[in-house]
């Protein structure tokens, strides 16, 4: 294969992917001199990938399959453009040799491994035989070509429960099932099968050994065309959920220098079984003594801000430049470790309901600066929408510090001084990790955050007279504020009264419960506020996004948020939400009950688990909604009679719709 095709300096790339990992190849790109090229869908017209580009390019309506994994449509955009190289990014195409080679095949510049590499590692099952004859250590497994139901079974039962099922070629998680009996094999072959088509176009599953309590362990390598090939350290992504990591860190607590070389070491000899091209990971499992090759992935990982933090390498860079046909600029010796950084994926969810998406505009967007060691890559903005039809990662903040406790210190930080609004985020969870006494002593397993949840996902604590301070606060600010665009308006100094002093009443509640009064005093003189008996000075001083509140002198810095009667408080005691009640009355509230089996967000129906007419037991599995490329199954709410179904599979519904009628039992 003539090599000036596969690798050349080129000035026009286009970035064949969306949000944070779009944003980030562009940043770089253009610092390098380059003029960028984003893609987009339907319902990304107004991204933030799309105006950060120089140019951007409408592939089609929303659903992936129609835009971002439509290999003919971007081609077409390159040439539309004048593209002369593109970079995948990471999910979509990014590890598929059939659009590697169709960039090629197009005069087009493929920014990661040849279509042939692609195929030898980026299919686990590809890759565990070459690394079998490599003689790297491997979990026992099934990774063959014959992908029918009672081969697959066979397979699981020599191998012997509990055992992972999971996609040939994926990641993040989707496509992947932990079986622990053989009733369970066939259900969730077919649900990981149709999983892994909807995210990656490919259903082959390879079958391995559940390794029980393992640690995650994965070496950053790159090489390039003239033979080089170099290992980055390790990270370890052992916090995990649902086999989607959460936490990432660098380099890992748990391996001592030797460890370290001998890991880093298998790695680059995995990768050289195939003169591997590009930026790459070799991810390995571990029970704790031992660790087992268990895949290749042929791309950028998420999770690569923590290896550029701990080597000073810009890794994006380094791609483009091995693009380029360039050698690496250091040597393996070169490459120095340098302190430890870790990093946290915002997602839109909400981990109270069982980490369900979470979609809508976000209406507020506060993240602090990026100084002091902290890294924030983000693909969305203020004003931005989340849509159903993509991953829900917003953002990941990164922390870097001499010691790996500084640095969870950090991004913990970073953590709390973080104010997003207008849907839910899983920011309050990621604080409650990176604070759990087991994570900081690295006591951890992959299975550590689901053992967990109950206390990682505790409600907010009731607001107290702080918070209730805060609220009143909160809203005078508000107030204010709009009285300071009325140039002539006597409001504009707060506390202004014709005469005397004035008394003005407030309520609150959290959610449904009792109110809370609180009494303000104001006028000529000091304002105070009065709870129950308590007394006390109140002043305020505004700030950007917030205020500083002194109650009987002691001053609290207070984060907020006022729409209308609701109320968003983050004060040194955590997150509040609050709503004022209207002191003219007239409030009304729709309800809908728990007990309607509705569609949590838009999303298509996938399969339909039960009949009309079954007798149900409560928790039993009625139909299965993709959502986000996830699949969220929807169940009896009690035990009862399916009355009726109101969908069919390939349907897509909105957030909210009845989908199903079951009848209690009794009735």
Same mark, same amino acid.
């Given at each position: 294969?003539?090599?000036?095709?596969?690798?050349?300096?080129?000035?026009?790339?286009?970035?064949?992917?969306?949000?944070? !990992?779009?944003?980030?190849?562009?940043?770089?790109?253009?610092?390098?001199?380059?003029?960028?090229?984003?893609? &987009?869908?339907?319902?990304?017209?107004?991204?933030?990938? #799309?105006?950060?580009?120089?140019?951007?390019?409408?592939?089609?309506? +929303?659903?992936?399959?129609?835009?971002?994994?439509?290999?003919?449509?971007? $081609?077409?955009?390159?040439?539309?453009?004048?593209?002369?190289? @593109?970079?995948?990014? &990471?999910?979509?195409?990014?590890?598929?040799?059939?659009?590697?080679?169709?960039?090629?095949?197009?005069?087009?510049?493929?920014?990661?491994?040849?279509?042939?590499?692609?195929?030898?590692?980026?299919?686990?099952?590809?890759?565990?035989?070459?690394?079998?004859?490599?003689?790297?250590?491997?979990?026992?497994?099934?990774?063959?070509?014959?992908?029918?139901?009672?081969?697959?079974?066979?397979?699981?039962?020599?191998?012997?429960?509990? !055992?992972?099922?999971?996609?040939?070629?994926?990641?993040?998680?989707?496509?992947?099932?932990?079986?622990?009996?053989?009733?369970?094999?066939?259900?969730?072959?077919?649900?990981?099968?149709?999983? =892994?088509?909807?995210?990656?176009?490919?259903?082959?599953?390879?079958?391995?050994?559940?390794?029980?309590?393992?640690?995650?362990?994965?070496?950053?390598?790159?090489?390039?065309?003239?033979?080089?090939?170099?290992?980055?350290?390790?990270?370890?992504?052992?916090?995990?959920?649902?086999?989607?990591?959460?936490?990432?860190?660098?380099?890992?607590?748990?391996?001592?220098?030797?460890?370290?070389?001998?890991?880093?070491? +298998?790695?680059?000899?995995?990768?050289?079984?195939?003169?591997? #091209?590009?930026?790459?990971?070799?991810?390995?499992?571990?029970?704790?003594?031992?660790?087992?090759?268990?895949?290749?992935?042929?791309?950028?990982?998420?999770?690569?801000? @923590?290896?550029?933090?701990?080597?000073?390498?810009?890794?994006?860079?380094?791609?483009?430049?091995?693009?380029?046909?360039?050698?690496?600029?250091?040597?393996?010796?070169?490459?120095?470790?340098?302190?430890?950084?870790?990093?946290?994926?915002?997602? =839109?969810?909400?981990?109270?309901?069982?980490?369900?998406?979470?979609?809508?505009?976000?209406?507020?967007?506060?993240?602090?600066?990026? /100084?002091?060691?902290?890294?924030?890559?983000?693909?969305?903005?203020?004003?931005?929408?989340?849509?159903? &039809?993509?991953?829900?990662?917003? +953002?990941?903040?990164?922390?870097?510090?001499?010691?790996?406790?500084?640095?969870?210190?950090?991004?913990?930080?970073?953590?709390?001084?973080?104010?997003?609004?207008?849907?839910?985020?899983?920011?309050?969870?990621?604080?409650?990790?990176?604070?759990?006494?087991?994570?900081?002593?690295?006591?951890?397993?992959?299975?550590?955050?689901?053992?967990?949840?109950?206390?990682? /996902?505790?409600?907010?604590? =009731?607001?107290?007279?702080?918070?209730?301070?805060?609220?009143?606060?909160? $809203?005078?600010?508000?107030?204010?504020?709009?009285?300071?665009?009325?140039?002539? %308006?006597?409001?504009?100094?707060?506390?202004?009264?014709?005469?005397?002093?004035?008394?003005?009443?407030?309520?609150?509640?959290?959610?449904?419960?009792?109110?809370?009064?609180?009494?303000?005093?104001?006028?000529?003189?000091?304002?105070?506020?009065?709870?129950?008996?308590?007394?006390?000075?109140?002043?305020?001083?505004?700030?950007?996004?917030?205020?500083?509140?002194?109650?009987?002198?002691?001053?609290?810095?207070?984060?907020?948020?006022?729409?209308?009667?609701?109320? &968003?408080?983050?004060?040194?005691?955590?997150?509040?939400?609050?709503?004022?009640?209207?002191?003219?009355?007239?409030?009304?509230?729709?309800?809908?009950?728990?007990?309607?089996?509705?569609?949590?967000?838009?999303?298509?129906? @996938?399969?339909?688990?039960?009949?009309?007419?079954?007798?149900?037991?409560?928790?039993?599995?009625?139909?299965?909604?993709?959502?986000?490329?996830?699949?969220?199954?929807?169940?009896?709410?009690?035990?009862?009679?399916?009355? %009726?179904?109101?969908?069919? @599979?390939?349907?897509?519904?909105?957030?909210?719709?009845?989908?199903?009628?079951?009848?209690?039992?009794?009735?």
């Amino acid at each position: 294969m003539d090599r000036s095709k596969l690798y050349r300096r080129f000035r026009t790339l286009l970035i064949a992917n969306r949000g944070e !990992i779009a944003c980030r190849v562009i940043r770089t790109a253009r610092a390098m001199g380059l003029r960028t090229v984003a893609v &987009y869908s339907e319902a990304d017209r107004d991204a933030m990938h #799309v105006a950060l580009a120089d140019e951007a390019v409408l592939l089609g309506p +929303a659903r992936a399959r129609d835009s971002y994994l439509n290999v003919e449509r971007l $081609i077409e955009a390159a040439r539309k453009t004048g593209a002369e190289a @593109v970079h995948p990014g &990471y999910g979509f195409l990014s590890e598929n040799a059939e659009f590697a080679r169709a960039c090629f095949d197009a005069g087009l510049v493929f920014v990661g491994p040849t279509a042939g590499m692609m195929t030898a590692m980026g299919s686990k099952s590809g890759s565990k035989e070459l690394m079998e004859k490599a003689g790297v250590p491997l979990v026992p497994g099934y990774h063959g070509e014959a992908q029918d139901e009672a081969t697959l079974s066979k397979a699981a039962d020599k191998i012997g429960f509990p !055992i992972l099922v999971k996609a040939s070629a994926g990641g993040g998680g989707r496509g992947m099932r932990i079986v622990r009996s053989a009733d369970e094999l066939a259900p969730a072959i077919v649900s990981a099968k149709r999983e =892994a088509k909807a995210a990656f176009g490919d259903d082959r599953m390879l079958i391995e050994k559940y390794v029980d309590n393992p640690r995650h362990i994965e070496v950053q390598i790159i090489g390039d065309s003239h033979g080089n090939l170099l290992s980055l350290f390790e990270r370890e992504c052992t916090l995990q959920r649902r086999h989607q990591k959460v936490i990432e860190e660098a380099p890992s607590p748990t391996l001592n220098p030797a460890q370290r070389e001998a890991v880093c070491a +298998a790695a680059r000899k995995a990768a050289g079984a195939v003169n591997y #091209v590009g930026a790459g990971t070799i991810e390995f499992v571990s029970d704790g003594k031992d660790v087992f090759f268990i895949e290749m992935n042929t791309r950028l990982q998420v999770e690569h801000p @923590v290896t550029e933090l701990i080597s000073g390498v810009d890794l994006v860079e380094w791609q483009l430049r091995v693009a380029f046909g360039e050698a690496l600029p250091l040597r393996q010796d070169e490459i120095k470790l340098n302190g430890h950084a870790v990093e946290a994926r915002v997602y =839109a969810e909400n981990p109270t309901k069982n980490f369900m998406p979470s979609v809508g505009r976000i209406s507020t967007w506060r993240l602090p600066a990026e /100084t002091g060691g902290l890294r924030i890559d983000a693909g969305y903005r203020e004003g931005d929408s989340v849509s159903p &039809y993509y991953d829900a990662m917003l +953002a990941k903040m990164i922390a870097w510090a001499p010691t790996r406790d500084v640095a969870i210190e950090r991004l913990n930080r970073g953590l709390e001084e973080s104010d997003v609004r207008g849907i839910v985020t899983n920011i309050p969870f990621l604080s409650a990790l990176m604070t759990h006494p087991k994570v900081r002593t690295n006591a951890i397993d992959t299975g550590f955050i689901e053992r967990e949840l109950a206390v990682l /996902t505790q409600a907010a604590p =009731a607001p107290g007279e702080l918070e209730l301070c805060a609220a009143v606060a909160a $809203i005078i600010s508000d107030e204010r504020q709009a009285a300071q665009a009325e140039a002539n %308006s006597p409001w504009r100094t707060f506390g202004w009264q014709p005469v005397g002093r004035r008394q003005r009443s407030f309520a609150f509640r959290v959610g449904h419960g009792p109110e809370q009064k609180i009494v303000l005093n104001y006028g000529s003189g000091p304002s105070t506020l009065i709870i129950g008996e308590r007394e006390l000075a109140f002043a305020i001083a505004l700030r950007d996004g917030g205020f500083d509140l002194t109650l009987d002198g002691v001053k609290s810095s207070v984060a907020a948020v006022v729409a209308g009667h609701e109320l &968003y408080l983050r004060t040194r005691n955590g997150r509040f939400d609050l709503h004022w009640v209207d002191p003219f009355g007239g409030e009304s509230e729709e309800h809908i009950g728990e007990d309607k089996i509705a569609a949590p967000l838009p999303g298509t129906v @996938v399969a339909v688990l039960a009949e009309e007419g079954a007798k149900l037991e409560k928790g039993a599995p009625i139909l299965t909604l993709e959502v986000m490329k996830m699949e969220q199954t929807l169940r009896a709410p009690y035990a009862g009679v399916l009355k %009726s179904i109101k969908c069919k @599979v390939g349907d897509i519904v909105q957030e909210g719709v009845e989908l199903a009628v079951v009848e209690p039992a009794g009735e």
